[in-house]
Nanobody, 115 residues
Framework: QVQLVESGGGLVQPGGSLRLSCAGS????????MGWYRQAPGKQRELVAT???????NYHDSVKGRFTISRDNAKNTVILQMNSLAPEDTAVYYC?????????WGQGTQVTVSS
C-alpha cells in the first residue's frame, strides 16, 4: 500500500501564500501521477493540479498562474506553492497519487483564506 501525508495547511490572509507538501511512502514502483485536489464545504472534490513523473503539469483554470506544482521523484514528494490566495481557495486539500490504475489519497489538510 501507499501512504500519503500532507503538511503545510493553515490560515492565511487574502493575497498571501502557503506551501503544501505531500510525502509518499510504502510499497510502490512509480507514483506516475501526484497532485492535489480540494473540497470546500457543500461542494464536490475538484482537481487543483497534477504532475507526472516526467514533469508534465496540469492545473485547474482557476489556479493557473497562481499555484505551482512540483515534485521530487527521489523523495516521492509533491509540493504545491500557492500564491495570491483568495477566500474561494478555502478548502480541505487532499494529496493524490497514482500508480498505473491504482489511486491513493492523503487524509487532507485545511487551507483557510480569510481576513
Amino acid at each position: 500500500q501507499v501512504q500519503l501525508v500532507e503538511s503545510g495547511g493553515g490560515l492565511v490572509q487574502p493575497g498571501g501564500s502557503l506551501r503544501l507538501s505531500c510525502a509518499g511512502s510504502g510499497n510502490f514502483f512509480r507514483l506516475n501521477v501526484m497532485g492535489w485536489y480540494r473540497q470546500a464545504p457543500g461542494k464536490q472534490r475538484e482537481l487543483v493540479a497534477t504532475i507526472t513523473d516526467g514533469g508534465s503539469t496540469n492545473y485547474h483554470d482557476s489556479v493557473k498562474g497562481r499555484f505551482t506544482i512540483s515534485r521530487d521523484n527521489a523523495k516521492n514528494t509533491v509540493i504545491l506553492q500557492m500564491n495570491s490566495l483568495a477566500p474561494e481557495d478555502t478548502a480541505v486539500y487532499y494529496c493524490y497519487a497514482a500508480q498505473s490504475n491504482f489511486g491513493y489519497w492523503g487524509q487532507g489538510t485545511q487551507v483557510t483564506v480569510s481576513s
